[in-house]
């Protein structure tokens, strides 16, 4: 029962600016190939720069987030364009305060608090948030989540007095 293993993947919404930037680096990069070969070579240095940009920076845009819960610990990756994965953030879920639902009134007790805020949702809107107060080494985090049930669960089973559901 130690070594439960829970993965769960949550997809970050696009959002209007995402499009808006994906657009203007695209169109930029030909319009510059395109004067570089018909007016002015100098152009042709823009479009290698917007050539890094489509390479770097557009991959950025479509971001999930995977939920690794193992034995008592909850590590967090990044994956890029479904391709690129980077780990963000493990915590010691032994050193957590509280893991509750948006909205419940347990978390007020936590409200005025010094913690680093870190957002690891999709950003709907409809999506039932969990906030997680933990301690990362000499700082506090507070963490929102979209957990689904098999994760609420594990942590509920492991840790009973500290999860709470918003009633």
């Known amino acids: ?31 510059s190939v395109l004067l570089g070969l018909f007016v002015f070579p100098i152009f042709l240095a823009a479009a290698a720069a917007g050539g890094l940009a489509i390479y770097f920076l557009l991959p950025n845009l479509s971001v999930e987030f995977e939920y690794l819960y193992v034995s008592k610990t909850l590590q967090i990756d990044k994956i890029l364009s479904k391709e690129k994965r980077k780990k963000v953030v493990e915590y010691e879920l032994e050193k957590m305060e509280i893991f509750a639902e948006e909205g419940a009134w347990q978390l007020d007790d936590h409200k005025n608090i010094k913690a680093v805020e870190r957002d ?3 950003g709907n809107e409809g999506a039932a948030r ?3 107060i933990v301690h990362n080494g000499n700082q506090i ?6 957990p689904g ?3 609420i669960n594990a942590v509920r089973t492991h840790f009973p007095r500290k999860t709470f559901r918003k009633n």
């Open 1 to 31: 029962m130690d070594d439960l293993y829970i993965e769960q993947l949550v997809a970050r919404k696009h959002r209007p600016t995402d499009s808006l930037i994906r657009g203007l680096v695209i169109g930029l990069t030909v319009l």
């Open 120 to 122: 690891f949702t999709s």
């Open 130 to 132: 969990w906030i997680m």
């Open 141 to 146: 985090d507070r963490v929102a989540l979209e």
């Open 149 to 151: 049930e098999d994760l």
